[in-house]
């Protein structure tokens, strides 16, 4: 990251320190206060410490029943000390490259997410936190081979969808093809744009059915839902029946995740302000020549498609998009250094 900010002048670091100290101290009153006021946000840490209280064991050792076992083998001193440390890394890892007022006022803005919807439980989510430092620390790592970078990265992502969420293995493709677009020359990119819909035909329609229904499926079992309009849930457009299908389902639910105009509500325009700083940050990242720049934020945004297959509502949504904004530090450091070049070059 040091290649982002050599030739921009010595700037004073206290604004980025009592950062990263305000937000650490906001974290530690997130993991007290934020499960009282937001009852309802605690669902998953509500079923995994029922399942690690069961003497029964889990029928699938799913991620919560890895969470389940973290949870049996730990007090609540230790598994607050977990959130914090993961946190507080992320955290400090996020604001450590950014000097402007501006820019971390943005980075500020963007941890409200996640020290609101999942910093403060003791879920799944909680391990996408190391996830997300090991993925930002290696693809940083300028002097780390390229394929040393890219092996890492699969590793931990491949790790975690064994363990979590399964779904994970499908970002890894969809980043190495947005890295294969951004480093091909002009003339092979059109090839790279003309191969997609090819691919796309030769996938078994089985398993485009079985990406579709998961929404579906989700939204069905929740007790009380009645179609659409049950909060922000929503279902598929047209009945899951192969790649045509895919195709509308995937651009109507980016629709209603992205632009959550369907009622005015203040967080329908919290979520629409973050997907905009998302959109901003990964597209302006993924245009830098910059490696440490171009490759975090490509893989941020291989997070934002293959969720947007999944996600059955607008809070999963901007919280799942959440576990990933530390994929963008790099990018928020590019701008910190843009806005400061600005200023150097005024003065």
Not at 206 to 220: G, K, P, W
Not at 280 to 288: E, P
Request: aromatic letters at 14%.
């Amino acid at each position: 990251m040091q290649s982002l900010v050599r030739y921009v002048r010595p700037w004073p670091l206290w604004p980025r320190n009592m950062a990263i100290v305000l937000s650490c101290a906001l974290l530690i009153a997130a993991i007290i206060v934020v499960p009282i006021l937001f009852p309802l946000q605690a669902g998953d840490a509500e079923t995994v410490a029922t399942m690690a209280g069961s003497a029964d064991s889990p029928e699938a050792f799913d991620g919560y029943g890895f969470m389940s076992l973290i949870y049996a083998h730990t007090n609540a001193g230790l598994r607050n000390l977990i959130l914090f440390g993961f946190g507080s890394v992320l955290i400090t890892m996020l604001l450590w490259w950014l000097r402007m007022p501006r820019t971390l006022a943005i980075a500020g803005f963007m941890l409200l997410a996640p020290l609101t919807l999942y910093l403060p439980f003791f879920v799944k989510d909680t391990f996408t936190a190391p996830l997300a430092i090991a993925a930002a620390f290696l693809l940083t790592r300028g002097r780390t081979a390229i394929w040393a970078r890219i092996a890492g990265v699969t590793i931990f992502y491949a790790a975690y969808a064994v363990i979590f969420r399964q779904y994970y293995l499908l970002i890894i493709p969809v980043w190495f093809f947005l890295v294969l677009f951004i480093e091909a020359p002009g003339s092979w990119r059109m090839v790279l744009l003309v191969a997609i819909p090819i691919v796309m035909a030769v996938i078994p329609k089985e398993l485009y059915d079985t990406l579709q229904v998961q929404r579906d499926m989700v939204n069905m079992a929740r007790a009380g839902f009645a179609g659409e309009g049950n909060r922000s849930a929503f279902l598929n457009l047209v009945e899951p029946n192969g790649v045509f299908s895919f195709i509308i389902n995937f651009f109507y639910a980016a629709v209603r995740l992205n632009l959550p105009f369907d009622r005015l509500a203040l967080n329908n325009v919290f979520l629409f302000v973050n997907v905009c700083l998302y959109f901003w940050l990964s597209i302006t990242g993924m245009r830098s020549v910059n490696r440490i720049v171009s490759w975090p934020a490509a893989l941020f945004f291989a997070h934002i498609v293959v969720i947007t297959i999944f996600e059955p509502d607008l809070g999963s949504y901007l919280r799942h998009a959440s576990t990933a904004i530390l994929l963008l530090a790099p990018s928020l450091a590019m701008w910190d250094s843009v806005f400061r070049q600005k200023i150097a070059r005024n003065a």
